[in-house]
């Protein structure tokens, strides 16, 4: 066990309703990053927090929001829901120190919108 | 733009023998290239990690080989047994301090057969 935890582990949300997603991060690690992962796809890259800032972000429209808590928990936020966002939604945990690059993932939250 | 292929199509090989999967990239300079193992409806689960200044990491049955001139990896998993099915993963990521941006690739699905 990675001990990155999730919740919830399924969603079943409406076209244009929004939707929180958690993450509760490996002890000790102090950067979050979250992934979509599509079916039969690798995981795609939304956006990292390092130290409760968005430290990066992928190609994924300002309706996908996040935030990290002092203690290194986090939330995604994705508003105005599309079917396309459907997915499974993954947190991944890291230290962000110099050669210290393995990321632990969390089981993920499996979102559908209809 | 920056592509990650790896064999879109399962990869079936005997138990005991020597399972070979490809990841190969264009229009990128990683620092670094990660292989992790994801079950149906898990999150992924890191691996292993090879340096763009390294030729070849081990771990127990496992083996990658990095050639930044083909822009390939190589990932080889020796004796396979059948808890190794899984899909696998192959992640790259620039050197680019404390952003750690990771791009998958679609993964390669091995299944050992008894």
């Known amino acids: 066990e990675t001990g990155v935890t999730q919740s919830p582990t399924h969603l079943i949300k409406t076209r244009g309703q929004q939707v929180t997603l958690r993450c509760s991060s490996q002890s000790g690690h102090n950067t979050v990053s979250w992934y979509q992962q599509a079916l039969g796809q690798g995981p795609q890259f939304i956006f990292q927090y390092y130290r409760e800032e968005e430290n990066g972000r992928g190609n994924f429209p300002p309706r996908f929001s996040g935030l990290q808590f002092p203690n290194y928990s986090s939330e995604l936020n994705v508003n105005a829901l599309e079917l396309d966002d459907s997915a499974l939604y993954l947190c991944?945990?890291?230290?962000?120190?110099?050669?210290?690059?393995?990321?632990?993932f969390g089981p993920g939250t499996r979102l559908t919108v209809t | 733009s920056q592509k990650i292929e790896q064999n879109s199509e399962a990869l079936n090989i005997q138990e005991g023998k020597t399972a070979t999967l490809t990841c190969n990239y264009t229009?990128?300079?990683?620092?670094?290239l990660q292989w992790y193992r994801q079950d149906p409806g898990r999150g992924p689960v890191f691996l292993l990690l090879?340096?763009?200044?390294?030729k070849e990491k081990r771990k127990e049955r496992l083996k990658v080989t990095f050639d930044t001139t083909l822009k390939q990896s190589l990932f080889h998993i020796t004796a396979s047994q059948p808890a190794d099915s899984a899909t696998y993963l192959c992640?790259?990521?620039?050197?680019?301090?404390?952003?750690?941006?990771?791009?998958f690739g679609t993964g390669t699905k091995l299944q050992v057969i008894p």
């Open positions: 992640a790259l990521a620039p050197d680019s301090g404390g952003y750690q941006k990771v791009t």
């Open positions: 090879i340096r763009e200044n390294e």
């Open positions: 229009n990128y300079s990683p620092a670094y």
């Open positions: 991944a945990s890291s230290l962000n120190d110099r050669g210290t690059y393995e990321q632990y």
